[in-house]
T-cell receptor, first 115, second 109 residues
Framework: KAGVTQTPRYLIKTRGQQVTLSCSPI?????VSWYQQTPGQGLQFLFE???????NKGNFPGRFSGRQFSNSRSEMNVSTLELGDSALYLC??????????????FGPGTRLTVL | AQRVTQPEKLLSVFKGAPVELKCNYS??????LFWYVQYSRQRLQLLLR??SRESIKGFTADLNKGETSFHLKKPFAQEEDSAMYYC???????????FGKGNQVVVIP
């Protein structure tokens, strides 16, 4: 099975711009979660989507949004970029069904740099 | 609120020596605890979860609800154990993971 893929792998933007990151889950997985990783805050949960619906949300401002398509691919969008949004953004997919044994599989991440 | 604490950022051990990574958590309900590992130039991946109670690559971790801890142990470190280790928790039946800041483990040959 192909693993979780994320595009693009690297991105450079300037303050005030917006950005869209994409995540393709493992085939058959219906849950996609997004995390932000920074040296200062570590790994922080952004949100989770399951069957095109947001199922869980972390403590991030409304500038961070996401969506999921019928094929389970997910995108996250960050509007009005700030310097502090520079981070590695990871997505993880899982079946989303039997949550007691569900395992999240992580992608390689998108490295976003905001100048 | 859920919080995971990993007190030591960097741990250096000699090959063959025991290794123990400490993890303490706070959570108001019944958490599920995990250890994730990231080897150099690889993705973050699940190492083990408390619910399965199994040993993976010689590592074990016991959930101690009284001490709210989930320490990771291996009796004899190998060079291939050099990696970044993250302790994480989620609420029962949900995918929202809260991670600790991680431990960099270096095994000295």
């Amino acid at each position: 099975k192909a693993g979780v893929t994320q595009t693009p792998r690297y991105l450079i933007k300037t303050r005030g711009q917006q950005v869209t990151l994409s995540c393709s889950p493992i085939s058959g997985h219906r849950s996609v979660s997004w995390y932000q990783q920074t040296p200062g805050q570590g790994l922080q949960f952004l949100f989770e989507y399951f069957s095109e619906t947001q199922r869980n949300k972390g403590n991030f401002p409304g500038r961070f949004s996401g969506r999921q398509f019928s094929n389970s691919r997910s995108e996250m969008n960050v509007s009005t970029l700030e310097l502090g949004d520079s981070a590695l953004y990871l997505c993880a997919s899982s079946s989303g069904l039997d949550r007691s044994t569900d395992t999240q599989y992580f992608g390689p991440g998108t490295r976003l740099t905001v100048l | 609120a859920q919080r995971v604490t990993q007190p030591e950022k960097l741990l250096s051990v000699f090959k063959g020596a025991p290794v123990e990574l400490k993890c303490n958590y706070s959570y108001s309900g019944s958490p599920e605890l995990f250890w994730y590992v990231q080897y150099s130039r690889q993705r973050l991946q699940l190492l083990l979860r408390h619910i399965s109670r199994e040993s993976i690559k010689g590592f074990t971790a016991d959930l101690n609800k009284g001490e709210t801890s989930f320490h990771l142990k291996k009796p004899f470190a190998q060079e291939e154990d050099s990696a970044m280790y993250y302790c994480a928790l989620s609420g029962k039946g949900n995918n929202r993971l809260a991670f600790g800041k991680g431990n960099q483990v270096v095994v000295i040959p």
